[in-house]
């Protein structure tokens, strides 16, 4: 069997490629455990390549910033078995503001837009932390401004099932499967950009249901797939402020505390199954370089 990972910065993003690597390493030996083949591009031109390679290839993944992922898991689809996200979902999350809508729509909790006062200054389509910034001057190019809440910063990973049917129904059984909350250590310099640090995993909280809910309800209400991570900030509520549609720089700490594989639970929620609950042992501490060191 050979499985296709996709990582997109360590070839192409200096400013995301740590985070890339140890992202793709973990990935990596959790499916050689499984008893896969892994095979990579090697940054010559990344959508070729996926093109080239896919077809030879059991199953594919890519991680890739959000807005540059939807033609490549395109490309995925066309030519192996996704065991990531849909296309068409994470479209949507790569919005940052069109995702905020719809989760405002269906009663999930997200910070409010903000045109005015000192606010949480957003790219439209951006990649975890980067952009984001505090100001209370006026939008830039492909910005928006929500309300700076002030609490715990927190994100939540899962894995969805893809939904399985015939052409006229689909259904699945099973909801997404929380693998951890964790906590992120964020930074925000004199300049006001917002920088992820790393961070620590799992953690437990006080409002861990209304938490685990809200992250479930937003992967499920923009339908994603695969391995998913959903940011928050925990204050009066569980304030959800993106979407990942990837897998996220936490996996790197849950892999060292998880007795599953994660590679195992990726393709078997991409057939629309999986385990109903993950176990972890321990607790961990992980820089965005992928440093791990045990609690």
Same mark, same amino acid.
């Given at each position: 069997?050979?499985?296709?990972?996709?990582?997109?910065?360590?070839?192409?993003?200096?400013?995301?490629?740590?985070?890339?690597?140890?992202?793709?390493?973990?990935?990596?030996?959790?499916?050689?455990?499984?008893?896969?083949?892994?095979?990579?591009?090697?940054?010559?031109?990344?959508?070729?390549?996926?093109?080239?390679?896919?077809?030879?290839?059991?199953?594919?993944?890519?991680?890739?910033?959000?807005?540059?992922?939807?033609?490549?898991?395109?490309?995925?689809?066309?030519?192996?078995?996704?065991?990531?996200?849909?296309?068409?979902?994470?479209?949507?999350?790569?919005?940052?503001?069109?995702?905020?809508?719809?989760?405002?729509?269906?009663?999930?909790?997200?910070?409010?837009?903000?045109?005015?006062?000192?606010?949480?200054?957003?790219?439209?389509?951006?990649?975890?932390?980067?952009?984001?910034?505090?100001?209370?001057?006026?939008?830039?190019?492909?910005?928006?401004?929500?309300?700076?809440?002030?609490?715990?910063?927190?994100?939540?990973?899962?894995?969805?099932?893809?939904?399985?049917?015939?052409?006229?129904?689909?259904?699945?059984?099973?909801?997404?499967?929380?693998?951890?909350?964790?906590?992120?250590?964020?930074?925000?310099?004199?300049?006001?950009?917002?920088?992820?640090?790393?961070?620590?995993?799992?953690?437990?909280?006080? /409002?861990? &249901? $209304? *938490?685990?809910?809200?992250? #479930?309800? +937003?992967?499920?209400?923009? %339908?994603?797939?695969?391995?998913?991570?959903?940011?928050?900030?925990?204050?009066?509520?569980?304030?959800?402020?993106?979407?990942?549609?990837?897998?996220?720089?936490?996996?790197?700490?849950?892999?060292?505390? /998880?007795? &599953? $594989? *994660?590679?195992?639970?990726? #393709?078997? +929620?991409?057939?629309?199954? %999986?385990?109903?609950?993950?176990?972890?042992?321990?607790?961990?501490?992980?820089?965005?370089?992928?440093?791990?060191?045990?609690?």
């Amino acid at each position: 069997m050979r499985a296709l990972l996709a990582e997109y910065t360590i070839f192409n993003d200096p400013a995301l490629a740590s985070e890339g690597a140890a992202m793709l390493s973990v990935l990596s030996q959790s499916f050689e455990c499984c008893g896969y083949e892994v095979v990579t591009p090697d940054g010559r031109d990344f959508g070729e390549e996926i093109a080239g390679l896919a077809p030879e290839c059991d199953v594919g993944l890519v991680i890739a910033p959000d807005a540059l992922m939807p033609p490549f898991i395109s490309r995925i689809e066309r030519l192996t078995h996704n065991i990531g996200c849909d296309s068409m979902a994470a479209a949507v999350c790569a919005n940052k503001l069109l995702t905020a809508e719809i989760l405002a729509a269906n009663g999930i909790s997200v910070p409010q837009r903000a045109d005015s006062g000192r606010r949480v200054m957003k790219p439209v389509s951006g990649c975890g932390s980067q952009g984001v910034r505090l100001s209370e001057g006026p939008a830039g190019e492909g910005e928006f401004g929500q309300e700076y809440i002030r609490g715990e910063h927190l994100s939540v990973s899962l894995v969805g099932s893809r939904m399985i049917g015939n052409a006229c129904t689909y259904y699945t059984g099973k909801p997404p499967l929380v693998l951890a909350i964790n906590r992120q250590q964020m930074e925000v310099g004199q300049d006001g950009e917002f920088h992820y640090l790393g961070g620590e995993t799992p953690v437990t909280h006080p /409002m861990q &249901e $209304e *938490i685990s809910a809200a992250a #479930v309800k +937003a992967m499920t209400v923009l %339908g994603c797939q695969g391995c998913v991570g959903v940011d928050m900030v925990v204050a009066d509520r569980a304030y959800v402020v993106d979407v990942n549609p990837r897998p996220t720089t936490s996996i790197v700490g849950i892999a060292a505390c /998880m007795e &599953e $594989e *994660i590679a195992d639970i990726l #393709v078997q +929620a991409s057939k629309g199954g %999986g385990p109903d609950e993950v176990h972890l042992r321990g607790r961990v501490r992980f820089d965005k370089d992928g440093n791990v060191t045990r609690i």
